[in-house]
C-alpha cells in the first residue's frame, strides 16, 4: 500500500515537473527545439503550396507559445534560397538519383542543415549535422545515415573551399 501512496505522489511530482518544463520552453526554447519548429513547419509545407505565413498559422497551435523567430527566420530564409539549397543536395546525391527520390522528412532536414551551413555563420557545421542526424533518427526510418553522408560531404567540401 506505502508502494502504491509513493508511486502516485511520484507521478503528481512527475506531472507538475513536465507541466513547468513546458511553460520555460513557451518563453525560451533551445537551438534544438527551435531546429524542430523549423523542420516541422518545412515538412508540412511539403504538402502544399500556401504562403509561407499561412503555413506559420496553420501549424502555431501545435507549438507551445507558437512558432519561434528562429524557425520563422529559418524557413523564410529557406524558402528565398530553395532552388539553390536543392541544387546543393542534388549535387551530392548518387548518380541516378535525384530530389523527388528522397522522403519528405529526410528532404525537410537536409534543406534546414544546408541552409544553416552556407547562410549562419553563428551555427558550426558539425552542429547543423548533428542536429540534422538526430532529427533524421527521430522523424525517418533508418536514413540518418544516409542524411549524415550528404551533409558530410558537403562539410567537406566548404570546408575544403574556404582553405584555398
Not at 525517418?140 to 553522408?149: A, L
Given at each position: 500500500?506505502?508502494?502504491?501512496?509513493?508511486?502516485?505522489?511520484?507521478e503528481?511530482?512527475?506531472?507538475?515537473?513536465?507541466?513547468?518544463?513546458?511553460?520555460e520552453?513557451?518563453?525560451?526554447?533551445?537551438r534544438?527545439?527551435?531546429?524542430?519548429?523549423?523542420?516541422?513547419?518545412?515538412?508540412?509545407?511539403?504538402?502544399d503550396?500556401?504562403?509561407?505565413?499561412?503555413?506559420?498559422?496553420?501549424n502555431?497551435?501545435?507549438?507551445?507559445?507558437?512558432?519561434?523567430?528562429?524557425?520563422?527566420?529559418?524557413?523564410?530564409?529557406?524558402?528565398?534560397?530553395?532552388?539553390?539549397i536543392?541544387?546543393?543536395?542534388?549535387?551530392?546525391?548518387k548518380?541516378g538519383?535525384t530530389?523527388?527520390r528522397i522522403?519528405?522528412p529526410?528532404?525537410?532536414?537536409?534543406?534546414?542543415?544546408?541552409?544553416?551551413?552556407?547562410y549562419?555563420?553563428?551555427?558550426p557545421?558539425?552542429?547543423?549535422?548533428?542536429?540534422?542526424?538526430?532529427?533524421?533518427?527521430?522523424y525517418?526510418?533508418?536514413?540518418?545515415?544516409?542524411?549524415?553522408?550528404i551533409?558530410?560531404?558537403?562539410?567537406r567540401?566548404i570546408?575544403?573551399?574556404?582553405?584555398?
Open positions: 500500500m506505502n508502494n502504491e501512496m509513493n508511486n502516485e505522489i511520484n503528481i511530482d512527475v506531472n507538475d515537473a513536465e507541466t513547468s518544463d513546458i511553460f520552453e513557451e518563453v525560451n526554447l533551445t534544438s527545439e527551435s531546429r524542430e519548429q523549423a523542420f516541422m513547419l518545412l515538412f508540412s509545407k511539403s504538402f503550396d500556401e504562403p509561407l505565413e499561412e503555413t506559420i498559422d496553420d502555431s497551435e501545435m507549438f507551445v507559445g507558437g512558432v519561434c523567430a528562429y524557425a520563422q527566420a529559418v524557413v523564410s530564409g529557406i524558402e528565398d534560397k530553395h532552388e539553390e536543392d541544387e546543393i543536395i542534388a549535387s551530392h546525391l548518380k538519383w530530389l523527388s522522403s519528405k529526410s528532404l525537410a532536414i537536409l534543406r534546414l542543415a544546408v541552409y544553416e551551413m552556407k549562419l555563420d553563428n551555427v557545421q558539425s552542429v547543423s549535422i548533428n542536429e540534422a542526424v538526430e532529427l533524421a533518427k527521430k525517418t526510418i533508418d536514413e540518418s545515415k544516409f542524411v549524415n553522408g551533409l558530410g560531404t558537403y562539410s567540401e570546408s575544403g573551399k574556404s582553405e584555398k
